[in-house]
């Protein structure tokens, strides 16, 4: 069965410009989670969707960073105006229902902002 | 605030040794604790995850042992494997926060053969 996937798997952009990030959860899974694993910062939460909601955004660092989610699957994380700092794995992440459930990870998306 | 703290940071432990990895968290209303496992270039992956109402979980070569009065889990890896080495994130979460995963900074482990 098919798993979390992410695209880009690897996104190189210069400093200023805007990046969008993509999720596809497992199907049928109703919550999903972006993540971002830095050298420095190990693995943060950014933003939780349950269903197109989302209920829970206080990972996102600034108002730089966004998320949509639409019809209950897809998500798509912007980031406008990178810095170096964005530089980091996206990681993305689904559950059947939320909550204390099994999150199941995507492969990842390496940003890097030159 | 680092609400789930990891040690070591790395260890290296010979093959068919005992691997032993601590987490302690701070957030009392945690109440599902994960050890995730993630070779590189992939995404973090369950290895095995326990819950406040039991002590001790064991999958494998992989147990669990929670300590709920200390605040205190760890993971041990028995007859470690050189296929074992990766890094381990323990995690804790918060069922009335939605479920979000609070990690741990996350233990390189290396097996010699």
């Known amino acids: 069965g098919a798993g979390v996937s992410q695209s880009p798997s690897n996104k190189v952009t210069e400093k200023g410009k805007d990046v969008e990030l993509r999720c596809d959860p497992i199907?049928?899974?109703?919550?999903l989670y972006w993540y971002r694993q830095s050298l420095g910062q190990g693995l943060e939460f950014l933003i939780y969707?349950?269903?197109?909601?989302?209920?829970?955004k206080s990972g996102l660092p600034s108002d730089r960073f966004s998320a949509e989610r639409t019809g209950g699957s897809v998500s798509t994380l912007t980031i406008q105006r990178t810095q170096q700092e964005d530089s980091a794995v996206y990681l993305c992440a689904s559950t059947r229902s939320g909550l204390t459930d099994t999150q199941y990870f995507g492969p990842g998306t390496r940003l890097t902002v030159l | 605030q680092q609400q789930v703290k990891q040690s070591p940071q790395s260890l290296i432990v010979q093959k068919g040794g005992i691997s032993i990895i601590n987490c302690a968290y701070e957030?009392?209303?945690?109440?599902?604790f994960p050890w995730y496992q993630q070779f590189p270039g992939k995404g973090p992956a369950l290895l095995i995850a326990?819950?406040?109402?039991?002590s001790e979980k064991k999958e494998g070569r992989f147990t669990i042992s929670f300590n709920k009065s200390a605040k205190q889990f760890s993971l041990h890896i028995m007859d470690s494997q050189p296929g074992d080495s990766a890094t381990y994130f323990c995690?804790?979460?918060?069922?009335?926060?939605?479920?979000?995963?609070?990690f741990g900074q996350g233990t390189e482990l290396s097996v010699k053969p």
């Open positions: 995690a804790a979460s918060d069922n009335n926060q939605g479920g979000k995963l609070i």
């Open positions: 326990i819950r406040p109402d039991v």
């Open positions: 957030n009392t209303a945690f109440d599902y």
């Open positions: 199907s049928g899974h109703t919550a």
């Open positions: 969707f349950q269903g197109n909601s989302a209920p829970d």
